[in-house]
């Protein structure tokens, strides 16, 4: 999924690491699950996987079942540590990631620099996210997106945005041990905005940003660790480990 301009071409799968070395092939659900998408997935306050408040997203979502049957093809849910201290906000999954994974950030190229960057800073146990089977763990850190469910070429539309912010908000205030938001791009900032009651204008985005949330609460701002941004130079390697170095150390957490 990317945050500033769109892909040329939908988004294949991860190959390659941000450091030039090669990843294995990603499991699709159907290699996690024997009949395809799981039947049965536990409903949360936070979490409905069967969805369809956006009928334009639901539409497409049971398009790409259609076109893709071994696909997650489901609002995908947050992933990490249940009491976290710091919440990871990205923007929605992408079509051959998240949306093919069920787990976020991962599939396609935008997850290869985040889970890179938790791994180095002790927030995973692993370098890569390859499935939902992978064993991959988060450390004090979770995952979650702005828009659970894949939108038609990448954009999600305000409305949607909004739909979808009830399940944001409710995770924000179910989480209570979270001390640092970090969001992942612009649209990720103002979805964090929107669902703390915050107003946009009083907290204007820029990478590397902090805001006050709240007592116990900060937003951390950084540019979407897109394939876009990271192969345009607009977010590094090192400024993406600084951002997110700076918002363990905003959390309490030790480096
Ligand atoms: S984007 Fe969110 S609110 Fe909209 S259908 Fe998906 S899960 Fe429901």
Known sequence: MTE????????????????????????????LF????????????????????????????????????????????????AAPKLLIVGLAPGMHGANRTGRPFTGDFAGILLYETLHELGLATRSESLSMTDGLELRHARI?????????????????????????????????????VLALGRIAHDGVLLASG????????AHAREHVLGPERHLVDSYHCSR????????????????????CELAGLPR
């Open 144 to 180: 979650a997106n702005t828009v659970k469910c894949v939108p038609p070429e990448n954009k999600p539309l305000p409305d949607e945005i909004r739909e979808c912010n009830a399940y944001l908000r409710t995770e924000l205030e179910e989480l209570t041990s979270v001390r640092v």
């Open 34 to 81: 024997a009949s395809g998408r799981p039947a049965k997935i536990p409903r949360t306050s936070c979490y409905d996987p069967d969805c369809t408040r956006c009928p334009r997203l639901a539409e497409f979502l049971a398009e790409t079942h259609h076109k893709y049957p071994d696909y997650w093809a489901r609002p995908v849910p947050s992933f990490g540590s």
């Open 228 to 247: 876009y941004n990271t192969q345009t130079r607009v977010l590094t390697a090192r400024m993406f480990k600084e951002v997110v170095a700076r918002a």
């Open 198 to 205: 915050l107003r946009r204008s009083r907290y204007p985005f």
């Open 4 to 31: 500033r301009g769109r892909p040329k071409s939908a988004v294949a799968p991860a190959s390659r690491t941000v450091r030039g070395t090669r990843t294995p092939k990603v499991a699709g659900a159907a290699d």
